[in-house]
């Protein structure tokens, strides 16, 4: 049994496949389960298919159910109008090449605009997760968030554990609305009460997309919607 079933290579060697075959060799008969939120994987699709080592899906509680049924939080969605230019903005193993696309979305005005947009869409809003493209750029909108009034900070693969902690804490207590973070958030992090997720970092990734808009579907006491 293997929860978290996305992280398992499709084709690639690796220490689960391994593990896998070696468990074949003792039990030719073996078969192996895989459980996950998010059942795709970048620049493979689904993590089902008849040559994979996961090839159908046995059981599925598809998220539109489970709204509907009232065990996840009801969503919707406003799309941005300030928008980056991504035309220069290469795509490698099915995402963008994320220097580039740093470079691309890290632009003042660009930012500016998207900011204004933010306020005033979230202004009914108490916890707004924001996911960035880098470092500069997650810093560039916590500034320019925290210019217009917002209490906000910033979370990245470089900030220290304690520090983290922190950040993650005064946002979960309220004294933090907004939390801007590069690829820290977007997987396993839970905060009930985040009933805005904006997304500010561009993505091919079925499974990242996912990933980022389910923080916003846990129920919430007066938490009626989330928007994206």
Known sequence: LIDEAHRVPLRAEGQYRQFIADCRKANPALRVVGLTAT?????GGPVCAPEYIFNEVCYEARVGDLIRDGYLCRLVSKAGIARA??????IRNGEYVGGELERAVNVRSVIDAA?????KLCADRKAWLVFCAGVEHAQNVSGALCLRGIA???????????????????????????????NVL????????VDAVILMRPTKSAALYYQQCGRAMRLHPGKENALI
């Open 186 to 193: 977007s997987e396993g992090f839970d905060a009930t009460h």
């Open 115 to 119: 900011c204004d947009e933010i306020v």
């Open 39 to 43: 059942p795709y994987r970048l620049g």
């Open 85 to 90: 230019d991504l035309s220069g903005v290469h």
């Open 152 to 182: 906000a900070d910033v979370v990245t693969g470089d900030t220290p554990a304690r520090v983290r902690d922190e950040r993650i804490a005064a946002f979960k207590s309220g004294a933090l609305r907004a939390l801007v973070n590069v």
